[in-house]
Nanobody
Framework: QVQVKESGGGLVQTGGSLRLSCLIP????????VNWFRQAPGKEREFVAA????????YYADSVKGRFTISRDNAKNTVYLQMNNLKPEDTAVYYC?????????WGQGTQVTVSS
């Protein structure tokens, strides 16, 4: 079982920035496509961003396009989500998801709160 671990959440004011990190340990973690999802209170979990195993392909939800950037450092087994110009509607628990073949691993989430 791979223990996916998110970090970097916190409280920030509107317009501020945070960088989330997702550590996927193991020698095969560089093979994983990685997604970020988020879930706000009372809402369903929604897709935020994704990155291919090589880092050459990235995808974003329309709501975060131009503000969030996903990247990865396979030497550190880590994927990042740089979040700029944060808005109150970005408040949610952010989850990292690693996928490879039949493997599908989720972290416990990290809370991001944006105050107005």
């Amino acid at each position: 079982q791979v223990q996916v671990k998110e970090s970097g959440g916190g409280l920030v004011q509107t317009g501020g920035s945070l960088r989330l990190s997702c550590l996927i340990p193991g020698r095969t973690s560089g093979s994983y496509a990685v997604n970020w999802f988020r879930q706000a209170p009372g809402k369903e979990r929604e897709f935020v961003a994704a990155i291919s195993w090589s880092g050459k392909s990235t995808y974003y939800a329309d709501s975060v396009k131009g503000r969030f950037t996903i990247s990865r450092d396979n030497a550190k087994n880590t994927v990042y989500l740089q979040m700029n110009n944060l808005k109150p509607e970005d408040t949610a628990v952010y989850y990292c998801n690693g996928r490879y073949a039949t493997d599908d691993y989720w972290g416990q989430g990290t809370q991001v709160t944006v105050s107005s």
